[in-house]
């Protein structure tokens, strides 16, 4: 725990995906989910409507189940308007939301004015849940020309997936920088959180969103010292770079493995074809799982060295310091292991070595991993997956305990 951390009396660090979890922070659903409709869902990346009242009960059931094994739950929306009672955080995130090109000066500058002068709860709601041009009466040309329904300011359905905008690697945290436009404006809110919650005073930051693209959702602590980072739809190979570059400069990791992923439709992380589920087994998707490769990134302190490509579950074991990883496979064949790993059935969270949760629905893989020895608590998820994410996609450890065998 550093200084910081000892001042402000809350501890927070992760260097594993499996050691007993001790903090999480989530996002209840809300009226961002309410703004999807079937002429935007596309844009806004998620497959469906869901049932919001739904979907919202499905995600305290989760937070319970979470809470049940003695896991702190932070609410992203609660840290948020926190955050925003400082008049520095209040006037950062206005700027942030009303800096699109689209706007023009007239509908900003009323825009500017009108956010400023909402309490932080409802200054909190405008940037989650946007601002639609029939909720405005700005005057000027862009208004004029704008359907009524057509948002000034978009909603954010996405932070539901709280994973991807930060991820914690050891007692430092990554803000990342997402790659679709959908999505980008969510690491500006998780900035305020961290820059100017009282909870995270003096946090290490080690990534921002203004840097190459890197999500969450590719970022694997494999275990201390290691992480695994995805490359592909959502993370370029120059945010991995430079990803490598920040943590050894703060000798965060001794290795980095860039893994390349095959993009199909319902790969665009690497947490969506494999997750850790103890501390030397791995749960993957088989129909990836062979042709997965990985080149391990490590430093001498001026330059980085990039090995040759190597079988993913070689290279981790190798960085690792373990003989070999075990390989639990998504479904018992290719067509149930297609089907449900675009379930989620990979994307698990870990509650501490041998125990995760996942969604009810992906029986085969569940089944699968309680044979391995592997303790699955289920939650439901029909509507909280309409947005093609699991339990790992919606949440944030905050603070794991180290973890052992």
């Not at 409802?122 to 946007?130: D, K, P, R």
């Not at 999505?183 to 290490?204: C, K, S, V, W």
Request: proline content about 5%.
């Amino acid at each position: 725990m550093t200084e910081a951390q000892q001042h402000s009396g809350k501890a927070y660090g992760v260097d594993s995906e499996v050691g007993a979890l001790r903090t999480v922070m989530l996002h209840r659903p809300g009226n961002e989910l309410r703004r999807l409709t079937p002429r935007n869902n596309d844009k806004l990346l998620f497959d469906g409507i869901p049932w919001v009242g739904r979907a919202q009960d499905e995600h305290d059931a989760f937070a319970q189940a979470l809470r049940d094994r003695d896991v702190e739950v932070l609410y992203l929306g609660e840290l948020l308007t926190e955050s925003l009672a400082d008049p520095a955080a209040r006037a950062q995130a206005v700027a942030g939301a009303t800096e699109d090109l689209r706007l023009g000066d007239t509908l900003r500058d009323y825009l500017q004015a009108s956010l400023g002068e909402l309490d932080p709860a409802g200054l909190a709601e405008a940037l989650m849940a946007g601002v639609r041009n029939d909720e405005v009466r700005a005057g000027g040309l862009v208004t004029s020309l704008l359907a009524h329904e057509d948002f000034l300011i978009d909603p954010l359905p996405n932070l539901l997936f709280t994973r991807d905008s930060s991820v914690w690697i050891r007692d430092s945290v990554a803000v990342t920088s997402l790659a679709m436009p959908a999505r980008m404006r969510e690491t500006q809110l998780t900035e305020l959180i961290y820059t100017f919650h009282p909870r995270f005073a003096g946090a290490d930051k080690v990534y921002d969103h203004q840097l190459e693209h890197v999500e969450g959702g590719d970022v694997l602590a494999l275990g201390p010292g290691v992480l695994a980072v995805g490359v592909g739809e959502r993370t370029t190979p120059a945010g991995v770079e430079r990803l490598a570059r920040r943590v050894f400069s703060k000798d965060l990791a001794h290795t980095v493995l860039a893994v390349p992923i095959a993009q199909q439709r319902a790969t665009m992380h690497l947490d969506t074809v494999c997750t850790m589920v103890d501390t030397d087994a791995v749960l993957m998707y088989p129909n990836m799982a062979e042709e997965m490769r990985a080149l391990a990134v490590t430093t001498d302190g001026d330059q980085l060295h990039i090995a040759e490509p190597e079988p993913f579950l070689v290279a981790a074991a190798k960085a690792l310091g373990i003989d070999t990883l075990r390989r639990i496979d998504t479904g018992l064949d290719p067509v149930t292991a297609e089907r449900e790993q675009w379930d989620d059935g990979n994307n698990t969270l870990a509650l501490a070595p041998r125990v995760c949760i996942a969604y009810e629905r992906t029986v085969e893989t569940n089944a699968r991993l309680e044979e391995s020895g592997i303790e699955v608590i289920r939650i439901s998820g029909s509507e909280l997956g309409s947005g093609r994410g699991g339990p790992r996609c919606m949440s944030c450890p905050v603070l794991r305990a180290p973890a052992t065998a």
